[in-house]
């Protein structure tokens, strides 16, 4: 046995790869210019909960229908379905998700990932990985400040399930979102515009039909989950109510499980075996 | 991991640990403690006395103002008693009371207070011209713990009201209206009813509601002991509506078991079927039948309504075919 032998590290795991990737770039995803979009983005929500709770301090209702004003509770239920689950869980999945390549490909620091002992799926897992945490780390605490603004602190014991609900859920897609943009950026050349139309257009159209193209959409699985009931607030909204077909929270779960997993061996495949040329 | 990364990470789990500490803690005790929440329902609740078993509330300058109440007004037939009240104490119903609070009191058993209402008023009132009226018809003025009561004894009864605050006052018996003012100086008022301070949360929305103890009012109601038997053992009701052109409103009884709950949930089925029979083809009737809707799930019964602006045509139709008849036989 040569010395050589004893000395030579061995290569590290697939997860173990991922690990060291995610390190790396977690602080980078965190303090990038994406993220003061994301800051705007979540911030949305939040500040509309601050003017709320301010407007109801002064003994006005800050909304009403028909007369009647609207309960704190009923209002998070419709913030949770028109901001966070319908624009800002898709919206960051698609900026951040398919850029998890795209922005290495850019920088042209792709090289410098490739060229260490590590399986390139575990470039992307990693990555994947760091995109959930910063998502998730400014999401859900944006959730949760907005529902402690909105709600009266009497119906949080009433109401705190359905918060947990929401967490997760808005958690799950992140997840799932993430990895069918992840897939996305790894496979198409201009991943952006085709990650928007598929979340704003090819989505909001297969909801709106009768039938079952609707299976082919995260959102008809994601909004199966959810404990609110649906806001009627425009003429797509009541369409979609109409043909809504609700699967239940089991399937719902299987299937978004089905696409995270899947969309996310995909990427990784696509990833390993794709040959990235870099423009000089 | 920078520092400036680490402290995000640390901000962002502890706002997440925090709220869900928060939300955890609410669930398993039932709610928050009474400091950090504002108190549903409103203000004059705290001239309510703890031993309250119904508490009632309406927004008058609401409910006065709602497209209903102006059908309603043609209607009634004169308006001499609100008239000759107004005349006398200066106040005028629809424009000088803002809001009602009113509570059924129970007290020592056979005692003059027992089973009393009480009536906390907020509006305008004309102090001077009350307190005059009550000296013309005999009746009597006195300080109690700082507020003039003025209080009038006829037929048996003695009615009392305090001027409990500027732009408030509280009728009732004597005791009635001395046991407000003593609920709001010592804090023991119905607030600390968690049981029904919950269900007063839950319709806060509304313009009017109840919310009240189904065995202690059937109790004093004197319905005859076969007939409290054979109602379902229910503990807690309540009701809201809410006034706009017609009238929505919900109605939950809280059972005292799941089975209970059940059998009542049963019987209204059965007589929500047999009002539809009823409805036939009368179209408002048909609309309310239609809008009843029976929920509600483990203790508790809800049924939710919806009284349409068309029945109040139907009954304007009525009254006016009732008053053409007498001329047609002339």
């Known amino acids: 046995m040569s010395t050589s032998d004893l000395t030579r590290p061995t290569a590290p795991s697939l997860l173990g790869a991922a690990r060291r990737v995610f390190e790396l770039s977690f602080g980078e995803m965190l303090w990038s210019r994406r993220t003061i979009f994301m800051a705007l983005v979540v911030g949305g929500p939040v500040l509309l909960a601050v003017i709320f709770r301010v407007v109801e301090s002064f003994g006005m209702p800050a909304m009403r229908v028909n007369g009647a004003p609207v309960a704190g509770a009923s209002i998070f239920g419709v913030m949770i379905w028109?901001?966070?689950?319908?624009?800002?869980?898709?919206?960051?999945?698609?900026?951040?998700?398919?850029?998890?390549?795209?922005?290495?490909?850019?920088?042209?620091?792709?090289?410098?990932?490739?060229?260490?002992?590590?399986?390139?799926?575990?470039?992307?897992?990693?990555?994947?990985?760091?995109?959930?945490?910063?998502?998730?780390?400014?999401?859900?605490?944006?959730?949760?400040?907005?529902?402690?603004?909105?709600?009266?602190?009497?119906?949080?014991?009433?109401?705190?399930?359905?918060?947990?609900?929401?967490?997760?859920?808005?958690?799950?897609?992140?997840?799932?979102?993430?990895?069918?943009?992840?897939?996305?950026?790894?496979?198409?050349?201009?991943?952006?515009?085709?990650?928007?139309?598929?979340?704003?257009?090819?989505?909001?159209?297969?909801?709106?039909?009768?039938?079952?193209?609707?299976?082919?959409?995260?959102?008809?699985?994601?909004?199966?989950?959810?404990?609110?009931?649906?806001?009627?607030?425009?003429?797509?909204?009541?369409?979609?109510?109409?043909?809504?077909?609700?699967?239940?929270?089991?399937?719902?779960?299987?299937?978004?499980?089905?696409?995270?997993?899947?969309?996310?061996?995909?990427?990784?495949?696509?990833?390993?075996?794709?040959?990235?040329?870099?423009?000089? | 991991m920078t520092s400036k990364t680490r402290y995000f990470v640390l901000t962002a789990f502890g706002i997440l640990a925090l709220g869900l500490t928060t939300g955890l803690v609410a669930s398993l005790a039932g709610g928050l403690p009474v400091a950090l929440t504002r108190a549903a329902g409103p203000d004059d609740?705290?001239?309510?006395?703890?031993?309250?078993?119904?508490?009632?509330?309406?927004?008058?300058?609401?409910?006065?103002?709602?497209?209903?109440?102006?059908?309603?007004?043609?209607?009634?037939?004169?308006?001499?008693?609100?008239?000759?009240?107004?005349?006398?104490?200066?106040?005028?119903?629809?424009?000088?009371?803002?809001?009602?609070?009113?509570?059924?009191?129970?007290?020592?058993?056979?005692?003059?207070?027992?089973?009393?209402?009480?009536?906390?008023?907020?509006?305008?009132?004309?102090?001077?011209?009350?307190e005059g009226l009550a000296r013309e018809h005999g009746g009597a003025i006195e300080e109690y713990q700082g507020v003039r009561v003025v209080s009038h004894s006829g037929d048996g009864h003695t009615m009392a009201l305090g001027f409990i605050e500027s732009g408030a006052v509280a009728v009732g018996s004597v005791a009635a209206v001395r046991g407000a003012i003593d609920a709001k100086r010592s804090g023991r008022n119905v607030l600390s009813n968690t049981e029904l301070m919950r269900l007063v949360g839950d319709l806060d929305s509304s313009n009017a509601w109840v919310v009240g103890r189904f065995d202690a009012m059937a109790g004093k109601a004197g319905l005859p002991s076969e007939l409290q038997s054979k109602v379902p053992a229910l503990s807690w009701f309540s009701a809201a509506g809410h006034l706009n052109g017609g009238i929505t409103g919900t109605f939950k009884a809280e059972a005292k078991d799941d089975e209970a709950a059940t059998n009542l949930r049963d019987m209204l089925r059965g007589v929500m079927a047999m009002a539809r029979l009823q409805a036939g083809d009368k179209p408002a009737m048909r609309a309310m039948v239609d809008s009843l809707q029976l929920g509600g799930e483990g203790k508790t019964v809800a049924v939710a309504f919806s009284v349409p602006a068309e029945m109040f045509d139907a009954l304007e139709a009525m009254k006016s075919k009732s008053e053409r008849r007498p001329a047609d036989i002339r």
């Open chain 1, 82 to 280: 028109m901001l966070y689950l319908r624009f800002i869980v898709p919206v960051l999945g698609v900026f951040y998700g398919t850029a998890l390549m795209a922005d290495e490909v850019e920088d042209k620091t792709l090289t410098y990932l490739f060229t260490r002992p590590i399986p390139r799926g575990a470039v992307l897992l990693g990555k994947y990985l760091a995109y959930l945490a910063c998502t998730s780390l400014v999401v859900l605490p944006s959730v949760m400040l907005s529902y402690f603004l909105v709600v009266p602190f009497g119906q949080v014991a009433s109401t705190f399930t359905s918060l947990l609900l929401d967490l997760a859920i808005l958690g799950l897609g992140l997840a799932v979102y993430g990895a069918v943009f992840a897939y996305v950026g790894a496979r198409l050349k201009r991943p952006l515009v085709s990650g928007l139309i598929f979340a704003f257009g090819w989505e909001q159209l297969a909801l709106a039909l009768p039938g079952y193209l609707r299976q082919f959409t995260v959102a008809h699985y994601l909004q199966a989950l959810v404990p609110h009931a649906l806001p009627s607030d425009s003429a797509l909204s009541l369409i979609q109510g109409l043909f809504r077909q609700t699967p239940g929270a089991t399937v719902a779960v299987s299937w978004l499980a089905v696409f995270l997993i899947g969309f996310l061996w995909l990427a990784m495949r696509t990833v390993s075996r794709r040959e990235y040329v870099l423009e000089q």
């Open chain 2, 45 to 130: 609740l705290s001239y309510v006395p703890s031993q309250a078993v119904a508490v009632a509330y309406a927004n008058v300058q609401e409910v006065m103002a709602s497209e209903l109440r102006q059908r309603l007004k043609k209607l009634e037939p004169d308006t001499a008693d609100r008239d000759d009240f107004e005349t006398k104490t200066g106040v005028n119903i629809e424009r000088d009371i803002d809001s009602v609070v009113a509570a059924m009191l129970t007290g020592a058993e056979g005692a003059d207070h027992d089973s009393r209402p009480l009536v906390v008023a907020r509006g305008r009132f004309d102090q001077v011209r009350i």
